[in-house]
């Protein structure tokens, strides 16, 4: 079984006797810096110049350096920009001011798993990742809770590393939840393949064919949009909350025998060779190469699709729909409803 870290495990003082430097402030970096400030962490922002960011963290109280002074003040460096960013911001900025006895901390193993940021001798690599995107792991520390954080320790050098990541976790609230221990492999693997697979990939996908295959029979796209989109959280409310099984209790017998004889219908074996493909394409490094070539090109390929798939018809149906229900509410402030980011 996976070993399991909660609050009891971790010793809070560890990282409060360290200085952190928290490198961006998007969604993980402002709930890392909030909760580690509010743990009683001394922590800065590292920004780039003429930072969007900045003002917002200044407003908090927070203390803001460029990401270069910031390396030097701390001697723990959690590295919060976007992946793609992480490797040139890493050898301009990062690298230079590492010094023996200080750590690098990531809340995403993919740079070090692909070797696009390949830190100095001397150096503690460890993970503390969030399990939840970071608006929540600010809203659920705030209220008491926490996101579960998976930790994982890549180069021990000070031989105190465990303690230290434990510690970080425990200060943004991640053991509150629970932490589980993991390798940086298996995390960026794993985080890689439910983002495509499952999570993201393959629940969009799921939903935008659903969505074509009603309009496309004739049936009205309000209708086909609540069915397919709207109704989804419930069903995943249910099994957030007792597994796949609650949610069977809950439907009807008529969709509950539904489910058994048209999912593997749907979601045939062929899909399951589909996944299999889309892991072996992460295990190699090939979506990871075609990922990065393509931002360092500018990103044609992702401005491409992103802007495809914001033209899917169901997003003008949803748009229109959720103005007329007026409890759901976007809660996070800094999310504009068809902008890019
Ligand atoms: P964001 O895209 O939200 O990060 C934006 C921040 O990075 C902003 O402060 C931005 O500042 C700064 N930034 C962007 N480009 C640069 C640059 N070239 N130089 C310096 N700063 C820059 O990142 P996320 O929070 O989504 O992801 C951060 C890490 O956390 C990643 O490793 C990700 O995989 C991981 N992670 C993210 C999760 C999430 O919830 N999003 C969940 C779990 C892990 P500016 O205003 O200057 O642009
Ligand atoms: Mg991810
Ligand atoms: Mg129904």
Request: include cysteine; charge should be negative; proline fraction near 4%.
């Amino acid at each position: 079984p996976a070993e399991m870290f909660y609050d009891d495990d971790a010793d809070l003082s560890v990282i409060q006797g360290r200085k952190v430097a928290v490198i961006g402030y998007g969604s993980q970096g402002h709930a890392h810096a909030l909760n580690l400030r509010d743990s009683g962490v001394q922590v800065v922002v590292g920004l780039r110049e003429g930072s969007s960011s900045r003002e917002k963290a200044e407003n908090e109280g927070l203390q803001v350096m460029t990401v270069a002074e910031a390396v030097q003040h701390s001697d723990v460096v959690m590295l919060l920009a976007p992946d793609q960013v992480q490797r040139g911001l890493y050898a301009e900025e990062i690298q230079p001011h590492l010094k023996p006895g200080n750590a690098l901390f990531f809340s995403h193993g993919f740079n070090i798993r692909f070797d696009y940021i390949v830190p100095p001798e001397g150096v503690d690599v460890a993970m503390v990742a969030p399990k939840g995107p970071g608006h929540l792991v600010r809203r659920e520390y705030a209220d008491g809770r926490g996101v579960p954080v998976l930790v994982a320790v890549e180069v021990d050098a000070s031989g105190k590393a465990w303690d230290l990541a434990k510690s970080y976790a425990k200060a943004i609230g991640g053991l509150r939840a629970g932490g589980i221990r993991t390798t940086f492999t298996e995390e960026t693997e794993t985080d890689l393949f439910g983002e495509q697979a499952v999570l993201c990939g393959g629940a969009s996908q799921l939903v935008m064919y659903g969505f074509e295959v009603l309009t496309e029979a004739g049936y009205q796209p309000e209708i086909a949009y609540f069915e397919c989109l709207h109704e989804l959280k419930l069903i995943v409310d249910l099994m957030i909350e007792g597994g796949i099984a609650k949610q069977r209790w809950s439907i009807s017998d008529t969709a509950e025998f539904g489910d058994y004889v048209s999912g593997p219908r749907v979601i045939d074996p062929h899909v399951k060779e589909n996944m299999q493909a889309v892991l072996a394409d992460i295990v190699n490094g090939k979506f990871a190469q075609r990922f990065i070539d393509d931002q360092d090109a500018g990103a044609p390929e992702f401005n491409r699709l992103r802007k495809q798939g914001a033209e899917h018809p169901i997003e003008a149906t949803g748009k229109q729909l959720r103005g007329l229900m007026s409890w759901i509410k976007d809660s996070d402030s800094d999310y504009v409803e068809g902008s890019a980011s």
